[in-house]
């Protein structure tokens, strides 16, 4: 490399990193949830934005966009996601376009049982009724919930794996609206 | 200050400088995502002509010696610097970890939120990139690193075709980027899937000579050869354009729901001479059926280039017939590549056994009497992903030159054969 080049690298390098760090007072834009679906489950997505409260801000994200991105797409697709306060992932398909990311964020996982996706503070399953549990490990704590009651121990909730929602006696994404809502208040 | 004096302060510094960033940005944690990526490989060819230097006349290393190389070592950094812009870099330690270079660098921008419109269904997906960007021309450009990939080697439509692999065996800058921007818009196709759109405006392709395709070497036995290896060398000068036309590239995606399948095609034009009067135009199409226990890829690309005939840019030091230019020609390339998987084991199947082969054809020749780029290649392969985010690879090619009966008597008197062989390991490793 030419003396030239690598001034020219550097000086190109340092202005770039300038701005970034000039950039740090900036307000954030507030988003409260990031909703990672798949094209296949569109219509439970829009179900579940739905039943949120709408004093509530949600982007969503297709996880099938992964496929066309370039090889760092997961690093980019995660820094989004952390500016949220939750972040929830319906389904598998996401889950394993994501495989091996790690977030810092509480991670709600809704109707997924693959374990590719990590987060740093709080990583809980909402299954229902008919749930699988062969997938989770065996010392995994689950929790079976027929009532908003079952989820009024905050401290206990947060050290539930797997929560078992009987679908029967009470809606998944109400669970899931008031799981979003504990986790904004903390 | 020597080359690799010069390597270790710039790394120096760009440690410095991304620890004082980090910290001044504050949240450092939230706000920088770092990964990355490395392989070192060992390569045994037989068949390869030996050469010259052209600056000396002395005897470069033999290339069917064994070779051994830490090729690649990259970092990706990501920023972000407000809700909706990330900033982002890549920094390769390349050829032995001797020489950085900044792969991309460049600022996206989600329009939609920076707008706050991205409630908005129909303008939820659009956004900018804007600085020394990938070119989004095919699939393996934007898939290029080992650990998205089967195979160590490329496959001829990204080395001779789409410039995505820089000359042997001084592997820097790996991938296809130049400066410009994409505007890159997806819309969601029902529940059958989406459609993505890249378009972007680059710097391009370019030659400071009359001649596109203008690499030359010198054989052992004696004489100086374009060998008209296609645009190796002329996609990597990202930081000029030298005819001040910039060059349009095109580069549309769908994307199945129910099926691990995505297909494109992909277009690109651009003036490539100093006069900016000559075009090269490139259309290809992609293809990706990533399954879980096996995999399909392939590539085509076709390249026209619009060239005046009759320049010779080595009189008196080549044979003419070789290096004299011929007018407007077409080069095309295209690989097909499976893969299986028959042993999967280890927690959450994560650990495997992979076996692959891809078959390879490319033509770069410009109707001239012979070039060793008018080949095809088989590649017979392995890889063993023996322990978390690490793999060894094992593979074997055999490549056949097409046109070997016109082989002029220099080349074959260089070691030329008409059968290329070569055997590579090599570890790949990402976190």
Known sequence: MTSIKMRSLVIKTTILFFLISLAAPLAWGEVDVYLIYSGKNKAEKKALMKALPKNITVKAYNADLLAVADYSGIQKAVSKFEKAGVIVVLRDRPLEMLKGASVNKDLIIVNGDKQGMKSSRWRIYLLDGAADLSPFDVNATTKNVGSMADLADKDALRSTNVLIVDDKKLKLNKVVSDLIGKSLAR | ?431
């Open chain 2, 1 to 431: 200050m020597g080359k690799r004096k010069q390597s270790l302060l710039l790394g120096i510094y760009f440690l410095s400088i991304l620890v004082v960033s980090s910290v001044s940005v504050g949240f450092a944690e939230d706000r920088f995502q770092i990964s990355g990526y490395g392989n070192a490989h060992m390569m045994k060819h037989d068949g390869l002509p030996k050469l010259l230097d052209r600056t000396t006349g002395l005897p470069m290393e033999d290339p069917n010696d064994v070779f051994f190389q830490i090729r690649e070592f990259s970092l990706f950094m990501d920023f972000t610097v407000t809700e909706g812009i990330i900033a982002s870099l890549e920094i390769e330690a390349g050829d032995d970890a001797s020489v950085f270079t900044p792969n991309y660098a460049y600022v996206e921008i989600d329009i939609p939120t920076v707008l706050d419109i991205f409630q908005s269904e129909s303008l939820s997906g659009l956004t900018l990139r804007v600085g020394k960007v990938l070119v989004p021309f095919l699939s393996y450009n934007e898939n290029k690193p080992n650990f998205r990939q089967n195979l160590m080697s490329q496959p001829f439509t990204a080395w001779n075709i789409s410039p995505v692999v820089p000359s042997p065996p001084d592997f820097v800058g790996l991938g296809w980027s130049d400066t410009g921007g994409i505007l890159d818009w997806y819309h969601e196709v029902g529940d059958a899937g989406l459609v993505d759109l890249k378009l972007a405006l680059i710097n391009g392709i370019q030659s400071d000579s009359t001649v596109l395709d203008d690499n030359a070497i010198q054989l052992s036995s004696g004489p100086t050869v374009r060998p008209r290896d296609g645009l190796i060398q002329n996609g990597h000068d990202a930081t000029r354009d030298n005819n001040q036309k910039k060059a349009i590239v095109a580069k549309l995606s769908l994307i199945s729901t129910d099926l691990p399948l995505d297909l494109g095609f992909s277009w690109y034009q651009g003036a490539w001479d100093p006069a900016g009067n000559q075009d090269l135009t490139m259309q290809g199409i992609h293809l990706n059926w990533l399954d879980y226990f096996w995999t399909l890829k392939g590539e085509w690309v076709t390249a026209d280039v619009e060239q005046v005939a009759g320049t010779n840019l080595f009189p008196g030091v080549g044979p003419a017939g070789l290096n004299t230019s011929t007018g407007d020609y077409e080069m095309n390339a295209f690989y097909v590549e499976g893969s299986v998987i028959p042993l999967r084991y280890g927690p959450n199947g994560d650990r495997y056994i992979r076996l692959v082969y891809r078959y390879d054809d490319v033509d770069t020749n410009d109707r001239a009497l012979f070039t060793p780029f008018d080949r095809s290649r088989q590649t017979f392969g392995s890889e063993w992903q023996f322990a978390k985010n690490t793999r060894l690879r094992y593979e074997y090619q055999d490549h056949r030159i097409d046109s070997f009966e016109r082989a002029p008597g220099p080349f074959i008197a260089a070691g030329g054969k008409r059968n290329v062989t070569m055997h590579m390991a090599s570890i790949i490793f990402w976190f």
